[in-house]
């Protein structure tokens, strides 16, 4: 059965991409900042902060893998409302905070607070936009998440020089209009169940219903965030490995100036590139589109591998690099929407966010293989992994059609 699609008017859409600027944003202004922060104030050593961020970060995605699915049952604009107050919340609680655990706890709300709007905004986006405008959207929207990692950590470097919970201040200061925003001027979403009900007259449950079951069974979930927890580890950190790496085989000046060089042109391109390349994504052409994107990742990494002293060469590795970045995060937005059934957009969304932790085992990762290893092997095993990324979502692409991945969603 086909599902006729509302046209989100463009006053909403935009109020949700600013909303998911402002709150990128305060991330921005105080995440690199967090291990500065917990062992100025507390006094926390190196080893006893690496512990406490990485239990935030895993306690954050836990608890919004399970609110994310939840939402398909409610209003998802309420559940935006509620993850915005959360984060809020965090930042406020974080300098009146009088312990580093409790400090800990918080900033484990705002992990998941972030990763619980941005999995229900995506949902949004798929239950109320037709098929045709969601590449665009899904491209638009990483775009303004960009733009929040490019300006929040400058801002939160200078802001600090004053105060050290400045950027905790204006980090919920950010979040603020957005809260409001979304409030005031954007409509709320039925779940997609309760709309079938109304218009069918019963209250027996439709193929919209939210299932547990469908969720757990489907294969090509499965392959797909297995495939994206690889590709993170590949390019959801890229840039904190680039700079162990160059330690390792240089010294601290040569990764000063190769961050200097690579994070700048990583964040213009994708400024620049992001919303024209998901123009061009659609679900027929999205196997090669991602072929090229393994292939941009592969030769990104061995430029790298070879740049050496040139700095020159570093940028051009760093372009090509992050047209791999550019495809593949849409890409995989797209696949994971075109096998969603209706009622569970937000669910499966929160269950690729289990790939994420691709990236934040991504410095234990290269600590490891730089200790015991060569260096140049580094870049062979990420090389691997994007391969085996590529081969994982064939995978997923090649059961996706059977009828339980099928679903009229992707019609």
């Known amino acids: 059965m086909k599902h006729n699609k509302k046209r989100l008017p463009d006053g909403p859409v935009l109020i949700l991409l600013l909303a998911s600027l402002c709150i ?17 104030q507390y006094g926390m050593s190196v080893d006893k902060v690496g512990l406490a961020m990485t239990f935030a970060l895993v ?16 209003d998802k604009k309420r559940y935006m409302l509620i993850a915005t107050g959360c984060f809020i919340a965090g930042f406020i609680g974080i300098p009146l ?26 949902g949004y986006f798929s239950d109320t936009l037709p098929p045709v405008r969601r590449p665009g959207i899904f491209s638009l929207n990483y775009t303004f998440i960009n733009i929040g ?21 204006l980090a919920a200061l950010s979040a603020s209009l957005p809260f409001v925003l979304i409030g005031l001027r954007v409509p709320a979403q039925q ?26 069974h489907d ?11 690889l590709s993170s580890l590949v390019c959801g950190s890229f840039v904190s490995f680039l700079s162990q790496y160059v330690l390792v085989v240089a010294d601290n000046a040569l990764a000063e100036k190769v961050v200097s060089v690579v994070l700048p042109i990583n964040a213009l391109v994708v400024v620049s590139f992001q ?31 070879y740049a050496g002293n040139n700095l020159v060469f570093w940028g051009i590795a760093a372009v090509v690099f992050t047209f791999g970045e550019l495809i593949y995060v849409p890409g995989e937005y797209m696949l994971i929407d075109h096998i969603a059934p209706p ?29 015991w290893f060569p260096a140049p092997v580094l870049f062979c095993a990420f090389i691997v992994a994007i391969c085996a990324a590529w081969w994982l979502m064939l995978l997923g692409m090649e059961v996706r059609n059977t009828p339980r991945a099928a679903h009229p969603a992707s019609e």
């Open 59 to 74: 306690i954050g995605v836990a608890f919004s893998l399970t609110f994310g699915m939840l939402a398909d049952r409610f």
């Open 149 to 169: 990692w490019t300006i929040g950590p400058p801002l939160g470097t200078m802001v600090m020089l004053y105060n050290v919970h400045l950027p905790f201040w």
């Open 343 to 371: 009622g569970m957009k937000a669910s499966y969304f929160s269950a690729q966010n289990i790939g994420n932790l691709g990236a934040a085992a991504n410095p234990l990762v290269t600590g490891y293989m730089l200790t």
């Open 97 to 122: 905070s009088q312990t580093p655990w409790m400090t800990v706890a918080f900033y484990a709300v705002i992990n998941c607070s972030y990763s619980v709007f941005a999995s229900v905004l995506k």
């Open 275 to 305: 919303y024209w390349v998901g123009k061009q994504l659609r679900p027929s052409r999205l196997k090669g589109w991602m072929f090229i994107g393994s292939v941009c990742f592969s030769l990104g990494l061995l430029g790298f591998l």
């Open 24 to 40: 990128t944003l305060g991330r921005g202004m105080t995440l690199p900042f967090m291990t500065i922060y917990l062992h100025r």
């Open 191 to 216: 779940p997609a169940y309760r709309a079938s009900n109304e218009i069918a007259g019963t209250d027996e449950k439709t193929p919209d219903s939210w299932s547990l079951s469908v969720l757990l």
């Open 219 to 229: 294969k090509a979930l499965g392959y797909f965030t297995l495939s994206g927890f």
